[in-house]
């Protein structure tokens, strides 16, 4: 997390949490915790997972899944946080620290403030140092701009910042100076490079981004689009893990292959240049040291053409012949590659694994559909991809529709079942709880409700949604009965029985 954010981010969330008390502690994957937070109203929690650039530090009303069994870790810290309150917030922004300080617990005896450490954890401690909350200092702009190796003096001034400033005009560039060094930042962004979510700045950094107007936002975005599906790979077997991992590959070589195909037609296109040299040759073949030439092209006209001088023109001319010869050589295998990568991802979305990546201590499968995720084992449900990409999951039998809830579904996943009677219950994954759903997936999803439902020969069929979250299982109700706490809608569909066939 770069520094600079983490300043405004910790201000904002420390303030936000003053006077809270602290319920729970979780711990749903190694190195990642849930602190759930008094809240009146929808459940809030802490999210928090340490890492060197790009970790997470944010708010959710959902908390992610968590194991049958609480690790030890988590036990140790849910005994000495749980019901303490948030009395006070300190922090050492340059050091990526946010101190918490609690009210008093002497059994068991544990410290007066929680450290969250956005680098390296959580502990518990008695007391802050003497310089926890002291502010750095600033060198002036010159020095940051001159020196790369500044941030390891002052680790505020961290690479990224450097690296905007830099591309800055020296106008800009101090005003962003000052707007950071003064802490008065009002606009927080997120960018993507290629499909990946890069950590919030409180600067744009690149042409596209979208804005936040709090710190506290941007870290809610970025940590809901990329920790859910951190977490939900996890949980996955090892040969999913590896196709989201190969897919998320090959689809960055074809970005990669587009951008050196924009590089090939800027070559291709001195050609151009060439031809105009080389019908007018004759005019300045002989003359020396010229840094330029106009000359008329049939077919695009007159153009200024920039020579280098150390040339002669004809050494110019057949420069230009030289490049664009390059670019025609370099199209084939652009071509060649560009259908090799697009084979292998519809080879990897079909759920096929090169014969170059194996899973570890893995045995061969058997022909058919692919093998249930670790997660499903056991579970009666039957998996669908809809055309849209996502994984639906229906439950065979009551005992599956009642398992699915907690042992296939997440939290901000959505829930299908029969509005008027009873149904397969169908669980539609979800990344991550601001993920869109197509209307079409959505169609899907409910078509495939009703087909295993009493009224599959009807027709139609009124099918309900809800988020996992607002669906409860209660004590003393038979197997697949729940109780739906808030319903988002209803879809009436039309039942296509060939649709099973086509999404399996």
Not at 46 to 68: D, E, I, M, Q
Not at 290 to 317: Q, R, S, W
Not at 345 to 356: C, F, I, K, S, V
Request: some cysteine.
């Amino acid at each position: 997390m770069e520094a600079n954010f983490f300043r405004f981010l910790a201000a904002e969330l420390g303030s936000f949490l003053l006077g809270r008390r602290i319920d729970k502690v979780f711990g749903p994957a190694p190195g990642v915790w849930t602190l759930k937070i008094q809240n009146t109203g929808e459940p809030l929690h802490v999210l928090f997972r340490p890492a060197k650039s790009a970790g997470h530090l944010f708010l959710s009303p959902v908390k992610p899944v968590n194991p049958p069994n609480a690790t030890a870790m988590a036990m140790w810290f849910r005994k000495r946080l749980r019901n303490r309150k948030i009395l006070n917030w300190y922090m050492d922004w340059p050091s990526l620290r946010l101190a918490l300080e609690l009210t008093p617990r002497s059994e068991p005896a544990c410290g007066s403030f929680l450290i969250i450490n956005a680098r390296t954890g959580m502990e518990i401690i008695d007391e802050l140092p003497p310089e926890f909350s002291s502010q750095p200092e600033w060198p002036a702009i010159e020095d940051v701009l001159d020196e790369p190796e500044i941030w390891r003096s002052y680790p505020h001034i961290s690479p990224p910042l450097r690296r905007q400033l830099t591309s800055l005009s020296p106008e800009d560039a101090h005003q962003l100076y000052f707007k950071v060094a003064s802490g008065t930042a009002e606009t927080f962004y997120l960018t993507k490079r290629n499909d990946d979510w890069l950590p919030p700045l409180a600067w744009q950094s690149g042409k596209e981004a979208e804005c936040f107007d709090s710190a506290l936002d941007a870290a809610n975005a970025y940590g809901q689009r990329t920790l859910f599906p951190l977490l939900e790979m996890e949980e996955e077997k090892p040969a999913q893990t590896l196709l989201k991992r190969e897919r998320k590959k090959v689809r960055r070589n074809l970005n990669r292959l587009n951008e050196e195909e924009v590089r090939l037609q800027k070559l291709a296109d001195e050609k151009i240049k060439a031809e105009a040299m080389q019908a007018e040759l004759y005019r300045f073949k002989d003359q020396e040291g010229l840094e330029e030439v106009t000359v008329y092209h049939p077919a695009h006209g007159e153009m200024l053409i920039a020579l280098n001088p150390h040339l002669t023109p004809t050494e110019n001319m057949e420069k230009y012949f030289k490049l664009a010869a390059k670019a025609d050589r370099g199209f084939p295998h652009i071509r060649r590659r560009r259908k090799e990568l697009e084979d292998q991802l519809t080879r990897l979305e079909q759920g096929t694994l090169p014969d170059n990546v194996q899973v570890a201590d893995s045995k061969p499968q058997p022909d058919g559909p692919p093998p249930l995720p670790k997660r499903y084992k056991g579970l009666a449900v039957t998996l669908f991809r809809s055309t849209d990409g996502f994984t639906i999951i229906r439950g065979k039998n009551k005992k599956a529709n009642h398992d699915m809830l907690s042992r296939a579904a997440s939290p901000f996943d959505y829930w299908f079942h029969l509005a008027d009677g009873p149904s397969s219950h169908i669980i539609l994954k979800r990344d991550h709880p601001e993920h869109d759903v197509p209307e079409s997936t959505m169609v899907e999803a409910a078509i495939l409700c009703g087909l295993k439902s009493f009224r599959k020969d009807d027709g139609k069929a009124d099918i309900m949604y809800a988020l996992v979250k607002d669906v409860r299982k209660v004590k003393g109700f038979a197997h697949g009965q729940v109780a739906v706490d808030k319903k988002l809608g209803t879809l009436r569909v039309d039942l296509d029985p060939s649709l099973e066939k086509k999404l399996t």
